[in-house]
């Protein structure tokens, strides 16, 4: 089998990590760092506290903190205009995954000539770039070890930029930062998360035993541990086993890309701005009963993660009872359970399964092939 496998040069783990990011900029011979955060994050006095930490040990930090959900080719234009004139020599990304993606492109646009609209794509960024740290403050994206970021490219469309140069030197994982998390936020994130693994082991085409072995994890850590998370937020074993999963699933994706459920999902956040995870989680039972028939087996196989202990007699006994399980602790979370809840008209849906055609790097990947006319029915049985 060939195949090949990237993830971050760098990835710390633990409890109060965070205390550590001034040595870590001296690490990478730092001395004036940009912050990319959100107007939300810089509310919880997070920013502050790892700001004044950097200033402390003698660094000179600038802010950014104007990134929006789903952020749009201007927020991030703007930001590496910033990066650009404060005359930074590293980027830390603070934060979901927004934070995050955006830090990625300006760390390279802050360097480069290259138009951002030319590095859409697989592998279309030229050059190097400027040392990144990335911080999670939410268990979802794994974006801290992908080397992917998204842009909303116009009124409802979305453009990824994927290449090897947006992974991170390092990545600083700290459960600490996460206890903060509403349990609405918690739940959505979360099955982001559990997406990317599912998704990242049933993908169609670089699907790699490496892969296959952080998704398993991934989904062993992030199933036991969800609902503690959501029901008990400071709880931090919780968030710690969230958080690591949600790494995991990262690193697995970023090798076996993700497929029909992110598709389907993107439209969802493009036309109604509905969050990414909440996108993912609409449409994960039906996608899941939609590809039962090409990944019955794969299904099968991680039923022990989701259910250990659970004994079956057929693969297809299993590959129903991991949905079920799915569809189970989808219907637990404090999230609307159905398109029509989170405000879809349900005239729309054919305009939503068109737009979901134009993603076409994610649909490649899913274990059965998707029409235009499979993705209206998922998105009616998810109404």
Request: glycine residues 8%.
């Amino acid at each position: 089998m060939d195949f090949q496998f990237e993830t971050c040069r760098r990835m710390v783990f633990a409890p109060g990590a965070s205390e550590q990011l001034p040595a870590f900029c001296r690490e990478l011979e730092l001395t004036h760092l940009l912050l990319v955060t959100d107007p939300g994050l810089l509310s919880t006095g997070i920013v502050d506290t790892l700001g004044k930490l950097l200033e402390r040990s003698g660094l000179s930090v600038s802010r950014y903190s104007d990134v929006e959900a789903d952020p749009p080719e201007q927020v991030v234009l703007a930001a590496a205009d910033y990066a650009r004139q404060q005359g930074v020599d590293g980027i830390i990304g603070l934060g979901g995954g927004s934070s995050m993606d955006v830090a990625k492109l300006i760390a390279v646009l802050a360097r480069s000539s290259q138009p951002l609209n030319e590095m859409y794509g697989i592998g279309n960024v030229r050059g190097d770039r400027l040392p990144l740290i990335q911080i999670p403050t939410t268990a979802g994206t794994g974006s801290e070890v992908t080397p992917i970021a998204i842009v909303t490219t116009g009124e409802t469309t979305k453009m990824g930029v994927v290449s090897p140069q947006l992974l991170p030197d390092i990545a600083l994982l700290d459960p600490a930062l996460t206890t903060g998390l509403p349990p609405a936020v918690t739940a959505a994130t979360g099955i982001d998360a559990m997406v990317h693994a599912i998704e990242a082991y049933t993908s169609k085409i670089k699907k790699n035993p490496y892969s296959d072995m952080l998704a398993r994890q991934a989904l062993t850590l992030m199933a036991a541990n969800l609902h503690t998370a959501i029901e008990q937020g400071n709880n931090l074993e919780a968030r710690a086993n969230m958080l690591l999963g949600a790494c995991l699933a990262g690193q697995a994706f970023a090798n076996a890309p993700v497929a029909a459920v992110h598709a389907l999902a993107y439209p969802l956040g493009g036309h109604y701005h509905i969050p990414h995870g909440l996108s993912n989680s609409l449409v994960l039972p039906s996608v899941l009963e939609f590809n039962a028939s090409a990944a019955a087996n794969l299904y099968a196989e991680l039923l022990p993660c989701v259910r250990p202990g659970d004994t079956v007699l057929s693969p297809t006994a299993a590959c129903d009872q991991f949905i079920q399980a799915m569809r189970q602790l989808v219907a637990q979370a404090p999230l609307p359970q159905t398109l029509k809840q989170a405000g879809v008209p349900e005239s729309d849906l054919a305009l939503l399964a068109s737009d979901a055609m134009l993603q076409q790097r994610l649909l490649v990947n899913n274990p059965r092939e998707v029409s235009e006319a499979d993705a209206l029915a998922i998105y009616r049985a998810a109404f």
